[in-house]
């Protein structure tokens, strides 16, 4: 349903002129719960700075041997190696988010409690390649018997079942993702031809005898024809190679914007490749290629792996970092206080060795005389995508169209929306349950990156919320608002950093991941885009240094 169809729509209702968000407001009279993670913190050193006051002495000081400074995938998988080895020494601080783009939240309590992610919402099954994600699922219970094997068995939990996705494409649902109901022949020939093309590339070999794109992207080939795509766009890469359909560039440009939440004509063609020839994963029980979810999205995974590591946690903000004689300095500080008068408390941590799991950006504000590493701040740290992430409770099920059902995605043709998921979608139940929750997903590539966090900066929750019910609007019309509840959204300015060309050749980067003194580095970051599988190997890389 177009924009027009939903204000004729909500007119015969006695809403006459409202739009989407005005009409939820109108019936509902609910103001969305707003989340900002870091921005109370940034803000309140920000102020610190432009007055010239600082922060109080530490209250106490805290030793620890190993000190994890943040509690993202990376580390959370630093935190799982060190606790497999038996290590018991260390502390983790969170950051402004515990679990980071891991993150969760829910609805409810006890038996009515109904989970939803706040970011990262799948795991695609391991490639054979990726044996520390394998041997992560294995000491979790998720993948059962031997997790090195063609085809590992998992948990039936967590795969996920059908129907898995669908699209609105002109009107009506279709399955999967990309166009395919009334699109001409000759496009649906060179869907196939690109297809063709990735089954290639799948097992395409380098000189160095490696494939050209695996997981961890360290192990993949270094060979000159391949490290020649990262200095053009994937979009450059579709044109030299004469593909022109409309519908298979729409749709690569969606699997840019979903999984690095910018366009396919900034991202490295590289890196657009690789989204599809790394992940061929394979299950004795589903078929290939599948995912993991959780109703809440990574959360659960990330708490496994904290409860598995015997990690301690704290609560706190990292502001300075310094290395010294016997190890590492780390300068916490958390607020207190009511909203708009913040008061910060300060601690201390002092450890042997120090994992610095925090993005990029971050570390170089906050890590002191980085450049000494090798990381020049000004050229090295990554363009970061921002993206909003919006959970509707919905006290129903609105009626769906008749050509495909309900699914776990479901995408909308357009942008910027990237779709919703269900949250319940993996409950395994003989009826559905009475409540559920939609996870819109927002990746704001219509504009540039430093445009979007001005407007999330300045918009207010109502403009918010008609953003992030624009592909809901699309696939219900009208039926859509009187079945929510409540609204939360969150926010992330620095969502994930984006591949642009030149990505792998960062030198910066590179640096960082071979640090090895007492202070260590370990982020996603470090690969030059947001992913689980990145950020769990350089988690463990960390690790094992520490422990070395």
Known sequence: MDRRSFVKSAAGAGLAGLGGAAAFAAWQEITPSVLYPGRAEGHFLRDLANTGAVLPPPAETVTTDVAILGSGVAGLSAAWALGRAGLRGMLMVDGPQPDGNA????????????????????????SPESR?????????????????????????????????ERLLYRGAWQDGFL??????????????????????????????????????????????????????????????????????????????????GTRYDRVSAWAGLHYYCSRWGKAANSADGAWLTWPGGLAPLARQLAARSGIERRAGT??????????????????????????????????????????????????????????????HTPAYAPWLVANFLMRDFPRELPQAPLSWDNVVYGEPGLGYVVSTHQDIRVTPPDKTVFTAYVALSDRTPEDARRWLQA?????????????????????????????????????????????????????????DGPLLFAHADLSGFSVFEEAAWWGIQAADKALG
């Open 103 to 126: 993150a969760g939240g829910h609805f409810g309590s006890g038996d009515t409690m109904l989970e939803y992610p706040t970011g990262a919402h799948y795991l695609p099954l391991p």
């Open 132 to 164: 520390h994600v394998r041997a992560m699922l294995h000491d979790l219970g998720i993948i059962q018997g031997d997790p090195y094997g063609e085809r590992p068995v998992y948990d039936e939990r967590f795969i996920l079942h059908g129907p898995e």
């Open 179 to 260: 166009p395919t109901a009334g699109v001409p022949d000759w496009e649906l020939r060179e869907h196939r031809r690109f297809f063709a093309e990735v089954e290639r590339l799948r097992s395409a070999r380098g000189e160095d005898g490696r494939r050209a794109f695996v997981f961890p992207t360290v192990l993949s080939s270094d060979d000159a024809r391949w490290q020649a795509l990262d200095r053009i766009t994937l979009k450059q890469w579709l044109d030299r190679q004469g593909y022109r359909a409309p519908s298979l560039h729409w749709y690569l440009n969606y699997c840019c914007r979903d999984d690095y």
């Open 318 to 379: 990292v502001v300075s970092v310094k290395r010294t004689g016997a190890g590492v300095e780390a300068l916490c500080f958390t607020l207190e206080g009511a909203p708009g008068r913040p008061l910060a408390r300060t601690y201390l941590v002092k450890a042997r060795k120090a994992i610095c799991a925090m993005p990029l950006y971050v570390a170089a504000r906050v890590v002191d005389d980085i450049a000494q590493l090798g990381f020049d701040a000004r050229r």
């Open 459 to 515: 918009a207010s929750p109502r403009e918010l919320v008609e953003l992030a019910s624009r592909d809901l609007e699309s696939a219900y019309g009208w039926a859509f608002a009187p079945c929510v509840e409540r609204v939360e959204i969150t926010l992330r300015g620095h969502a994930m950093a984006e591949p642009l060309p030149g990505f792998r050749a960062n030198a910066g980067l590179r640096a960082l991941r071979e640090a």
